[in-house]
C-alpha cells in the first residue's frame, strides 16, 4: 500500500501520525486511513467499452484543542508533518464546543477482519474474469427476449479496501472488507414503443452475484412494460415492488439521523414512541448482517456497529447516534458514524437499514399478494423519487407498472401518478411480501399498500 514511493499509509503511518499530533498539543486526537483497490468494467455490443483500474489511499486527523475542532486529510505521506500541523491550526478558527470530543474505546476490540465481509475469491478475481462476467450480464439480456434492441449501459465492479481508526483514547481499529455489484439498462422495442428496464445485484461475496440473473431480470422488466397505456384517476390498492419500497426507504432513511433530529430537519422529529407506521412494520438498521453491503465490525470513528430496532410494530424507538450527537442527547453512541472517505468528518448515516414485517402472519409470497388485490397497481418503477421532500415526507412521483384486476395481472400502464406523504404511505400498510432484497444498504419487501389515489 504505497503512495508515490513514500511510507506506507497503514496502521504505522496512523499511529505515527497520531503521535505528532499529540506532541504539537493537541489534547485528543484521532486517525482515519482508507485505502481501495477497484476493477470497474463497462461493456457495449460484447466489447469492452470502459476498463478502469485504481488504487486510492488517504488519511486524514481530526484533534481537539481547548475544546476546538481542528481537521485536515491528505492522499501524500510524504505531507504527515504538515497534515498533523494544518489540523491544529484550523483548530484556531472554530469555536469552542463543550460536546466536541472522540469516543473512548469500546470494551471489546472486533476482529481485525469480519468472515462477513471479506471474501478472498474477489481480491483473487483475474481481470479476464471480471470482463467475462460484465459481458455476461449484457449477453443473458440478449438472449433473454429478441425485442430487446439495446443496452444503455452494463457493468461489473469488485473492490476491495482497508480501513484504519485510532485514536488517543485507545481505539485502535483495522478491517478489509470487499465489494461487487452488477448492474444493466436494457431498452425493449416492439414498433414504434420502447421500454427500458433496469437491474442491480450487489454483495460483499462475489458468489453471491449471478451476472446471467441481472440481465435477464433487466430484459423481463422492459418487456413486459411493452404496450402500456394510460388509465384513469382512481383510488386502489398499489403494490409496491421491493426496489419500489426501497426508493421510498430510502428518503425515509435520512429521519432517522440524529443529526437531522437535532436540526429539526427530520420528519421524525418529537414522534419517539408515537405509531409512525403501520404496526404491522419494523425497521431496523444493522451494522452485522453477513455479506451485506453497509455491514462492517465497527463504524467511521471506532464504534462497534450493533443491531437496532428503530421502529418496533410501527412504533418509533430512536434514532441513530455518532458520538457528537449522542453527547448532545446525552445517550450512547449506535455505531452510525459515517464518512464519505477521508476528506469528510464523520456524520450520522445507516449501516444496513431494512424493513420487514413486525410478524410471519401478514407476510405472503409475490404471487399472493396480487391475487388479495380486487383493484390496484403493480407499481414496478418510480420517476422523479428524487423531488421528494425528506423532511416533510412529501411526495409526488410518476409510476410504470401493472394494472391489476380480479386478483390477475391485466395490461402494464405508464404515465401514472402517486403522491401523499412517505409515513402516511407506510401507515396504510397491508401485508409484506417475502421477498426482502437490498439494494446497495437498504433492502425491503414488496408491501401491499391500501387506498391510494392514483392519477392518469
Given at each position: ?6 511510507l ?14 499529540l ?14 483497490k ?14 478502469e483500474s ?9 484533534v481537539?484543542?481547548?475544546k ?23 483548530s ?23 468472515p462477513?465481509?471479506?471474501?478472498a ?10 470482463i ?14 429478441s ?7 452494463a ?5 476491495i479496501s482497508?480501513t ?36 442491480y ?26 404496450g402500456a ?19 421510498f ?22 414522534k ?23 455491514s ?27 458520538t ?50 380486487d383493484k ?32 390477475e395481472i ?10 401523499g406523504n412517505?409515513?402516511?404511505l407506510?401507515r ?18 414488496s408491501v ?9
Amino acid at each position: 500500500m504505497k503512495n508515490k514511493g513514500e511510507l506506507p499509509i497503514d496502521r504505522e503511518f496512523a499511529a505515527k501520525l497520531l503521535e505528532i499530533a499529540l506532541k504539537k498539543g493537541a489534547d485528543e486526537a484521532e486517525v482515519y486511513v482508507k485505502t481501495s483497490k477497484s476493477l470497474i468494467v463497462e461493456v457495449r455490443e460484447q466489447k469492452v467499452d470502459t476498463l478502469e483500474s485504481s488504487f486510492t489511499a488517504g488519511y486524514c486527523i481530526r484533534v481537539i484543542k481547548d475544546k476546538r475542532l481542528g481537521f485536515s486529510y491528505s492522499a501524500d505521506p510524504a505531507e504527515i508533518g504538515d497534515v498533523a500541523g494544518k489540523a491544529l491550526s484550523s483548530s484556531e478558527y472554530t469555536e469552542p464546543d463543550d460536546y466536541a470530543g472522540l469516543p473512548q474505546r469500546p470494551g471489546a476490540s472486533p476482529k481485525s477482519v469480519s468472515p462477513g465481509i471479506f471474501d478472498a475469491d474477489i481480491v483473487s478475481l483475474p481481470e479476464d474474469t471480471a470482463i467475462e462476467n460484465a459481458l455476461l450480464i449484457e449477453k443473458s439480456a440478449f438472449d433473454e427476449d429478441s425485442r430487446i434492441k439495446r443496452i444503455r449501459k452494463a457493468s461489473g465492479s469488485f473492490g476491495i479496501s482497508n480501513t484504519y481508526i485510532l485514536n488517543s483514547k485507545g481505539i485502535d481499529s483495522h478491517y478489509s472488507s470487499t465489494g461487487c455489484s452488477a448492474s444493466i439498462t436494457v431498452i425493449a422495442e416492439q414498433g414504434s414503443e420502447s421500454q427500458m428496464g433496469w437491474e442491480y445485484e450487489g454483495s460483499r461475496f462475489l458468489r453471491d452475484i449471478s451476472f446471467e440473473q441481472v440481465g435477464r431480470s433487466a430484459a423481463r422488466r422492459a418487456v413486459q412494460l411493452l404496450g402500456a397505456r394510460k388509465i384513469p384517476p382512481s383510488k386502489a390498492f398499489i403494490l409496491l415492488d421491493n426496489s419500489v419500497t426501497v426508493d421510498f426507504l430510502g428518503i425515509l432513511a435520512s429521519a432517522f439521523s440524529s443529526e437531522s433530529v437535532q436540526k429539526k430537519k427530520s420528519m421524525l422529529a418529537g414522534k419517539t414512541g408515537e405509531l409512525v407506521v403501520s404496526p404491522r412494520l419494523n425497521v431496523i438498521d444493522s451494522g452485522l448482517l453477513d455479506r451485506r453491503l453497509g455491514s462492517k465490525p465497527v463504524d467511521d470513528e471506532g464504534i462497534p456497529t450493533t443491531d437496532k430496532v428503530l421502529i418496533k410494530k410501527g412504533v418509533l424507538e430512536g434514532f441513530l447516534y455518532n458520538t457528537y450527537t449522542a453527547r448532545k442527547d446525552k445517550v450512547k453512541s449506535t455505531g452510525n458514524a459515517m464518512r464519505g472517505g477521508p476528506a469528510g468528518l464523520p456524520m450520522v448515516g445507516p449501516t444496513n437499514l431494512y424493513l420487514e414485517p413486525s410478524s410471519g402472519e401478514y407476510t405472503t409470497g409475490i404471487k399472493e399478494l396480487v391475487k388479495t388485490m380486487d383493484k390496484g397497481l403493480y407499481v414496478l418503477e418510480t420517476m422523479g423519487m428524487h423531488t421528494a421532500n425528506p423532511i416533510s415526507g412529501e411526495f409526488s412521483v410518476g409510476v410504470s407498472g401493472l394494472w391489476i384486476e380480479g386478483g390477475e395481472i391485466r395490461r402494464p400502464v405508464k404515465e401514472a401518478a402517486v403522491s401523499g406523504n412517505i409515513l402516511a404511505l407506510f401507515r396504510s400498510a397491508l401485508m409484506i411480501g417475502d421477498d426482502l432484497r437490498f439494494y446497495g444498504n437498504i433492502g425491503a419487501p414488496s408491501v401491499l399498500i391500501e387506498g391510494i389515489d392514483i392519477s392518469g
